[in-house]
């Protein structure tokens, strides 16, 4: 069991650059999602943010969940993706797809935020 795996930092898949997925403690989700949503102007705020938590915290292992919006970033309309499943042990798979050019800036937002609080 190659549990170290779980707590790697965010990664992007190199066919997708518009994926990132992140593996971490789900009593972070929260605040991820709510460093995220800083990023935007309109279409993932605190709110949003708040009701996808709520969502996550009350999936059971193994039941994947999908939220998709439309973002406002820099005053374009961007698709955003998130995907979470949970497993057994705590730990939360988070995956967010959007547009190439957002993509970096949600991984930059992600991996801050856990290599900040030592994940």
Not at 27 to 49: C, E, T
Not at 76 to 99: N, V, Y
């Amino acid at each position: 069991m190659m549990l170290f795996a779980l707590n790697m930092p965010v990664t992007a898949n190199a066919s997708d650059p518009g994926r990132v997925t992140t593996s971490f403690d789900v009593k972070y989700a929260s605040a991820v999602l709510h460093q995220v949503a800083r990023l935007f102007s309109g279409g993932f705020d605190r709110s949003a943010a708040d009701q996808v938590s709520r969502d996550i915290d009350a999936l059971k292992a193994d039941q994947p969940k999908v939220w998709q919006f439309t973002v406002q970033y820099r005053g374009k309309p961007q698709p955003l993706e998130i995907r979470a499943l949970l497993d057994d042990l705590g730990m939360i798979d988070l995956d967010f797809a959007t547009s190439s050019e957002l993509a970096p800036s949600v991984r930059s937002s992600v991996d801050s935020y856990l290599n900040g609080h030592g994940h």
